[in-house]
């Protein structure tokens, strides 16, 4: 049975760093396609960044780009989600999410595409 576990989020001010974690258990994340997604109170599931299988190769969204940066540690089967230059609109639950396969990036940004879900954790940003 496959387990992700994201961790790392809390409370930091505007202008803040936070490195989020996810862990695997059944499920080798070297071996798989990653991806960080955030939802916020009264909206919907949105894209946040993705990294790839084959290549490791990771891109983000408009919204987060230049700011966050994902990256793995396969010897700690993690993925982690690092948060810079944080601002109050980047409050939301964060989930990662998976899949042992490879795919070009427009799929990796559809939440519908992943095999894998963790319960998310909450980061909130003061202004």
């Known amino acids: 049975q496959v387990q992700l576990v994201e961790s790392g989020g809390g409370l930091v001010q505007a202008g803040g760093s936070l490195s989020l974690s996810c862990a695997a258990s059944g499920l080798t994340l070297g071996s798989a396609a990653v991806g960080w997604f955030r939802q916020a109170p009264g909206k919907e599931r949105e894209f946040v960044a993705a990294?790839?299988?084959?290549?490791?190769?990771?891109f983000a969204a408009g919204s987060v780009k230049g700011r966050f940066t994902i990256s793995r540690d396969n010897a700690k089967n993690a993925v982690y989600l690092q948060m810079n230059s944080l601002k109050p609109e980047d409050t939301a639950v964060y989930h990662c999410?998976?899949?042992?396969?490879?795919?070009?990036?427009?799929?990796?940004?559809?939440?519908?595409?992943?095999?894998?879900w963790g319960q998310g954790t909450q980061l909130t940003v003061s202004s």
């Open positions: 999410a998976a899949r042992s396969s490879d795919s070009d990036l427009a799929r990796l940004a559809l939440s519908e595409w992943y095999e894998y």
């Open positions: 990294i790839r299988r084959d290549s490791g190769s990771f």
